[in-house]
């Protein structure tokens, strides 16, 4: 026994380790100010945090690490596929990750990260838009597994328990934000197709028994082309397929500039064409391709020649313009369209940055609930709030914006001080496809069917198809569905809130989950709860009723709905998603703990490379830290861990009370500001707490440290604000220059590398 016993101590003494992902742009920028005092603390407890690197660089030479010579490293390290590795580790009960927003790319944005590895040395294939040999079609297939959503499939091995910390709610509840003014007058409105989309289209079935398929492509003269080879489908998994129609998108298109143009309404897009595989960013180009058809009609040739593509949007076509005999002919067109058109919504007014230059810079998860804080309104060209035509020409998610602004409009806008809370269950584990993945997703070579077909040669689904239509067919498995089940009733119970399944009877898809979903709710002890399911539409009316009324409501979501409503509920009620607490319960047992929203990323580095102010807000970072530690204590023991989580969950509240988070603008506390005060709450709070002697003893003289030079500290920050900053390199930023930069303040760093 007593044997047992030291060996039981050695165990847990042992250090334990938590995985930190390093990922892209302002979320890597604030990793290296935050992890230098996450490392430092989490060492007292015998805790080792390391670092796994899935940033899109980072992503993309994984895929050609076998062609890279031999001792190529990355950020000082070998490379390595640290993606693989967590993909791996998630399926382990010991799993300990910690998982910050990354880059989905879009073709433009992996492009440009191709382009500055190259530039930095390393032996990269340019990106082949059009691969013509077996080499060319090689590359370009190890490149699309980098692009769009390429990471949560991955690591998301279990379902989604999103919702905003009390603390976080408390906060907006005494110092609210506007959420706009709303009346019957507001002419602002959603614009969708009414058939020959997605949904319109979909057809949805069930396994009865584990299979194969295949997907074919069977043109009009007969001929069979495989577009994808024959993968496994379990039994009880979910399978769809579903098209777009072209002729029908782009005739919607033209009709809705018309209707925006003569009702005086600013025309916008919302899409997720960064992230969401194939379908969204040739949605995307649709819009530009129709919204500029004289100039794409005249100019084809030329188009051709530059390798224009209207998927890449009007910032591409500029770029690839440059110097060209023709520039300022096309560019008179283009301006002479834009002036025929309807006036569109901007990105940056100033900059002439249209919503369709880039796109990557409208995501309808972000710009939506930002258009219905303003009013309903977006910018226009003049710097100015208009009310607008929203285009969301797939009707599957559309009308839970539409209830929206209809809601808005008849009951005013929601009020932060009063509102109820909407947490979120989604399902997510083990892809959970609604989007369709890359390997699923094709646009139609011409007339034909598309069709998926199983080992004996059977049709399982099939689509007619015409030239230009995007098909896509989605994967659900049945266990993943189990699980969120399990979850939702679970979050009902330990929260005592009642929860809502979004799922509509019209929609092919929805009506096989919901079969899975009314099979096993009765598993469980549903008594005392409030567990219904609902249509989108009428589940968002309800609950945006209750939410007015100040209760609470757990959304049940699929895992587009669970993206969409994390951002639209949380943006309203506390004024941004990049708050939220992010917990995802690995099927295997371990835990995944995101942080935060990557919108607005991009926009946030921009700044920070003019001003040296960085505004992205760490808060998400440190409410899964906490967790990250709890779940130390709960997988080993290891009290150390425990008090570590519960000072931190402390100090978070004393950041919030005391306003630490970052502001927007220069000579306020930025991202390295809260930081600081972050390290002094915490430090404080071990140093104060009776739970372990040792770490109060090792924390007070750190706390004292940090309080005694608290002025001079956040003085030191605010003085190295201002300047231009140069990081070596958007995609790439060099150690030394991150370091210059996002550790400024040398008394600060001695004190925390001291620890």
Known sequence: MYIEGIIFYLYLRMNTKI??????????????????????FAKTADI??????????????????????AGTTFAGKPVTDDLAFL?????????????????????????????????????LPDYPDAPATDEEKAIRARYDKVKGSAVNPVLRQGNS???????????????????????????????SMDADDFYGNEKSITMAEAD????????????????????????????????????????????TMADAKAKGLLFSVHLKATMMKVSDPVLFGAFVRVFFKDVFAKYADLFKELGIDANNGLGDLY???????????????????????????????AKGVTNLHVPSDTIIDASMPAMIRNSGCMWNKEGKLQEVVACIPDRCYAGIYDETIEFCKKNGAFDP????????????????????????????KGKGVIRAVNAKGEVLLQQDVEAGDIFRMCQAKDAPVKDWVKLAVTRARLSNTPAIFWLDPERAHDREIQKKVEAYLPEHDLTGLDIKILSPRKAIVETMTRAKAGLDTIGVTGNVMRDYLTDLFPILEVGTSAKMLSIVPLMAGGGLFETGAGGSAPKQVQQFLAENYLRWDSLGEYFAIAVSFEQVFLATGNKKAKVLADTLDAANGRILENNRTPARKIG?????????????????????QKDDAELAAKFAPVASALEANEAEIVAAFASAQGVAADIGGYYIPKAELLKKWMRPVEKFNQVIDGI
């Open 319 to 349: 770029k690839r313009l440059e110097g060209n005999a023709k520039e300022a002919e096309v560019k008179a067109a283009i301006d002479a369209a834009l002036a025929a058109g309807p006036d569109l919504a901007m990105v940056d007014s």
């Open 19 to 40: 995985y930190y992902t390093l990922t892209d742009e302002s979320p890597f920028l604030a990793t290296q100010s935050l992890l230098p005092i996450v490392t430092a």
């Open 87 to 123: 993909g791996k580790l998630t399926l382990d009960a010991s799993a300990n990750i910690i998982k910050l927003p990354n880059i989905s790319a879009s073709v433009p944005q992996l492009k440009a990260a191709i382009a500055e590895l190259q530039k930095n040395g390393y032996a």
């Open 161 to 191: 328990d999103r919702r905003a910390p009390n603390a976080v709610k408390n906060y907006a509840r005494n110092n609210p934000h506007s959420n706009g003014v709303w009346n019957e007058s507001v002419k602002t409105r959603v614009a």
């Open 212 to 255: 194969t398929f295949k997907i074919e492509f069977v043109a009009e003269d007969g001929s069979v082309t495989e577009l994808r080879a024959a993968k496994p489908l379990l039994k009880g998994e979910i399978l769809d397929a579903t098209v777009m129609r072209m002729a029908a998108l782009e005739k919607f298109i033209a009709e």
């Open 668 to 688: 306020e506390l930025d991202n390295r500001g809260s930081h600081f005060y972050l390290a002094m709450y915490w430090a404080r709070e071990l140093a104060n």
């Open 417 to 444: 001080k009063t509102m109820g809370t909407v947490p979120n269950v989604g399902l997510m584990a083990q892809g959970a496809e609604e989007y369709g993945s890359h390997d699923k997703t094709f646009v139609a």
């Open 48 to 69: 080792d945090i390391e670092t796994k690197n899935i940033s899109l660089p980072g992503r993309i030479l994984a895929a050609f690490a076998d062609t890279l010579p």
